[in-house]
């Protein structure tokens, strides 16, 4: 029993504390629901929680293949590593549920900015699950910056077609 507890108190990615990896999934957990927050102010069917949880899943994904790169079992040569199958497994991933989110009606097209928040809600997470938090950070502004200043531009200069 004691092993078993102590197994489960030992953080997953080695040389990482239980602290980091608390403060990485917390801050997919923010930014994710910040471009969310915004998607979700608009209305749109893929809103703050759909955006919590693509940039917590990403994240947790990070960490697992983190982890596995770090384990003693990665030091075997008879096994596989590539890291960067991580990014391709979450951007498949994302985009099969952006593209539930783009349809057209007529000649318009609808979604593509929430399926591209989507996208960027995966990279997010991703980049707190490695350990980007500065640079995901960032990304999270400029895309708030795009979203919300960009929209006001757009109505300001770019006359209705109704």
């Known amino acids: 029993m004691e092993e078993i507890i102590a197994r489960f108190a030992t953080p997953p990615v080695e040389g990482h504390g239980w602290p980091t990896i608390l403060l990485r999934l917390s801050m997919a957990i923010l930014l994710g629901g910040l471009i969310g ?3 979700e102010a608009k209305q749109k069917h893929a809103g703050l929680r759909t955006h919590v949880m693509i940039a917590l899943a990403a ?3 990070s960490l697992i293949t983190l982890g596995m790169m770090l384990s003693p079992l990665a030091d075997d040569d008879s ?5 960067i199958r991580l990014i391709e497994a979450v951007t498949a991933g994302v985009a099969f549920l952006a593209a539930g989110t ?3 009606r007529g000649g318009d097209v609808k979604g593509l900015t929430t399926g591209a928040g989507m996208w960027l809600a995966g990279s997010v997470g991703v980049a707190c699950g490695l350990g980007y938090l500065g640079l995901a950070t960032l ?4 895309a708030l910056v795009v979203l919300v200043i960009f929209k006001r531009i757009e109505r300001r200069t770019i006359p209705d077609e109704d």
């Open 37 to 39: 927050w915004e998607r």
């Open 59 to 61: 994240c947790l994904f």
């Open 79 to 83: 096994i596989r590593k590539d890291p």
């Open 102 to 104: 783009i349809f057209t």
């Open 139 to 142: 990304a999270t502004i400029l």
